[in-house]
Structures are given as structure tokens and as C-alpha cells.
């Protein structure tokens, strides 16, 4: 049996909470608080408790999906990219800016939040964002 112990950050919130991946033979089972982390103290919230249950889940989505003859189908990054990206130029040019909004997560760092209000302000040109944990 192969034990290994990683440290690591809860991705539940932008508190970043400190937390120990205990993995055995490369299989993540069980998260501890991390005592020395100077955000949590040592404890974690119900979330973070449980966020290893979410990396084994056989119904977990791994690579992009593009929807294809009314299915989704499997694809590589670039071309999910390039889809959206033109979905989103298409969107803009016939409807305007505003016609776009994004609505960000309490599961993301606060840097992914501000990188995300940045590319709709100053990428698309709209205020239309909002957050969940703003509610």
C-alpha cells in the first residue's frame, strides 16, 4: 500500500482553507484540515470535509462536450475554445453586448472571480455579471 499525504487548498470558496489529501495507491479517499494553515486553524466547513468525493465520481465530466447532432459528443479543448468563443463574437455582433452575462462562483479563487468580471467588462463590454456568494 502506497500512502501519501498532499497538501493542498479547499476549492469550495475563495477563503482558502488548508487541507490534507490522504491518497492511497493514487486514489484520493479522505481530507483532513491542515492545523497549520493559517486560514482555517485546522477545521473545515461541511464542504470541505467531503470535497474529495466529487474526484472519484464515475459521472464526473473530464474533457470538454460539444453538442452535436442534438448529442453531446466528446471533443478536444482548442475546438470547445473556438466553439464558444464563436458562439459568444456571434451573439455580440447580431445582438450587442448586452445581450451576454455571466454569472461566476463561490467555488472559484477570488482571482478566477476578477479574471472573469474582467474578460465581461473589458472583453465582451458589458456589467452584465454577477456572483453567487454576492446573494
Same mark, same amino acid.
Given at each position: ?9 479547499? @476549492? ?20 483532513? @484540515? ?12 461541511? /464542504?470541505? *470535509? ?26 478536444? *479543448? #482548442?475546438?470547445?475554445? #473556438? ?10 455582433? !447580431?445582438?450587442?453586448? #448586452? ?7 463561490? /467555488?472559484?479563487?477570488? !482571482? ?24
Amino acid at each position: 500500500m502506497n500512502y501519501r499525504s498532499i497538501q493542498t487548498t479547499c @476549492p469550495y470558496c475563495g477563503c482558502g482553507c488548508g487541507a490534507l489529501l490522504q491518497v492511497i495507491d493514487d486514489k484520493l479517499v479522505k481530507v483532513l @484540515p491542515s492545523k497549520s494553515s493559517p486560514v482555517n486553524h485546522g477545521a473545515l466547513c461541511i /464542504k470541505g *470535509w467531503n470535497m474529495h468525493e466529487f474526484v472519484n465520481n464515475p459521472k464526473r465530466i473530464t474533457k470538454p462536450l460539444i453538442r452535436k447532432d442534438g448529442k453531446l459528443q466528446e471533443c478536444e *479543448w #482548442d475546438e470547445a475554445l #473556438d466553439t464558444v468563443a464563436g458562439k459568444l463574437k456571434a451573439i455580440k455582433d !447580431e445582438h450587442g453586448p #448586452d445581450a451576454i452575462g455571466a454569472f461566476s462562483s463561490a /467555488k472559484c479563487t477570488n !482571482e478566477d472571480n476578477y479574471l472573469m468580471q474582467k474578460f465581461i467588462r473589458a472583453g465582451v463590454g458589458t456589467n452584465s455579471i454577477d456572483h453567487c456568494a454576492r446573494l
